[in-house]
């Protein structure tokens, strides 16, 4: 939808420090089992026709996207984040198309080498 005086834009529904536990990693220790994962997703769509109904069939459900980002953590291993991200969004935009673009922040903490560094993130945004 394109913006117009009553609607500026698309909004945003975001799901914060979600968390998930993938097989993900390169070394061996890491593909021994699952990681510790957190991630922010933001999906940008619009939510005036929900807002105004005041009805969840007229809204993306988060649970329902919760349940998408866990499913894609446990389908397959991944070696990495990258890759971990990509799947993410593009399970989102497969699974609700009313959502125009989706931004996943995705934080590594458990790293596979020594360093004084409290994570890595990655930041990926996908649009249709």
Same mark, same amino acid.
């Given at each position: 939808m394109s913006p117009t005086a009553d609607n500026p834009g698309p909004d945003i529904i975001r799901l914060k420090d979600l968390i998930i536990f993938p097989r993900l990693g390169v070394t061996e220790w890491e593909k021994e089992g699952v990681q510790k994962v957190s991630l922010d997703l933001e999906l940008f769509l619009d939510v005036e026709q929900?807002?105004? *109904?005041?009805?969840?069939?007229?809204?993306?459900?988060?649970? *329902?996207v919760y349940d998408a980002v866990q499913e894609v953590a446990k389908v397959r291993k991944y070696h990495l984040i990258e890759s971990l991200a990509r799947s993410v969004v593009s399970a989102v935009l497969a699974r609700f198309a009313s959502v *125009?673009?989706?931004?996943?922040?995705?934080r590594k903490r458990n790293l596979p080498f020594d360093a004084h560094l409290d994570c890595v993130e990655i930041e990926l945004e996908r649009g249709r």
């Amino acid at each position: 939808m394109s913006p117009t005086a009553d609607n500026p834009g698309p909004d945003i529904i975001r799901l914060k420090d979600l968390i998930i536990f993938p097989r993900l990693g390169v070394t061996e220790w890491e593909k021994e089992g699952v990681q510790k994962v957190s991630l922010d997703l933001e999906l940008f769509l619009d939510v005036e026709q929900a807002a105004r *109904e005041d009805r969840i069939g007229a809204a993306v459900d988060y649970s *329902e996207v919760y349940d998408a980002v866990q499913e894609v953590a446990k389908v397959r291993k991944y070696h990495l984040i990258e890759s971990l991200a990509r799947s993410v969004v593009s399970a989102v935009l497969a699974r609700f198309a009313s959502v *125009e673009r989706a931004r996943v922040r995705l934080r590594k903490r458990n790293l596979p080498f020594d360093a004084h560094l409290d994570c890595v993130e990655i930041e990926l945004e996908r649009g249709r």
